[in-house]
């Protein structure tokens, strides 16, 4: 873990608002000099505080206007082992993030489809046919907001 002071928080906390902004803009904003900005970015960057910034796409937009949350339970028949799962899941282009997961189910899927049709059979001919897939629940997303929660102690 490292140490980090207040201006290293405000800073992660506005680059987690906005990674697009330069070093000169938070520079201004925290009365830092660009080149002192920029050094403390490249010091979080290194120490893995910031990971890389990613283009977070609108999926409404782009023509998938459904988003379902999946559990997905392997079959214990067969014992598939689960880099096999993984390794055929991760090739479905309408599965966003595959994540392993503790509890009742083994992995939990945000899937993204045209509509309620198309995840069906997104499901039906993607998804069950995987390799050790056993019981599956479908949550449908209402709404989502994103929040920054509490990332700095």
């Known amino acids: 873990m490292i140490d980090l002071d ?33 050094r403390r970015i490249k010091r979080l960057r ?29 079959a214990t028949k067969g014992r598939v082992s689960l880099e096999d799962f993984e390794r055929a899941v991760i090739a479905i282009p309408e599965v966003q993030t595959v994540e392993h997961v503790l509890g009742l189910y083994d992995y939990r899927l945000r899937v993204v489809a045209r509509d309620l049709p198309d995840f069906e059979r997104v499901l039906r001919r993607r998804i069950m046919t995987l390799p050790g897939a056993g019981e599956v629940e479908a949550n449908v997303l209402l709404s989502e907001e994103r929040l920054p929660g509490p990332l700095l102690p």
């Open 46 to 74: 290194e120490a893995g505080v910031l990971g890389a910034r990613r283009l977070r796409l609108n999926s409404e937009k782009l023509g998938f206007g459904v988003t379902v949350f999946l559990g997905v339970k392997l």
């Open 6 to 38: 207040d201006i290293d928080r405000s800073l992660v906390l506005s680059l987690a608002r906005d990674a697009t902004q330069s070093a000169g803009a938070l520079g201004r904003e925290f009365g830092l000099s660009q080149p002192a900005t920029w």
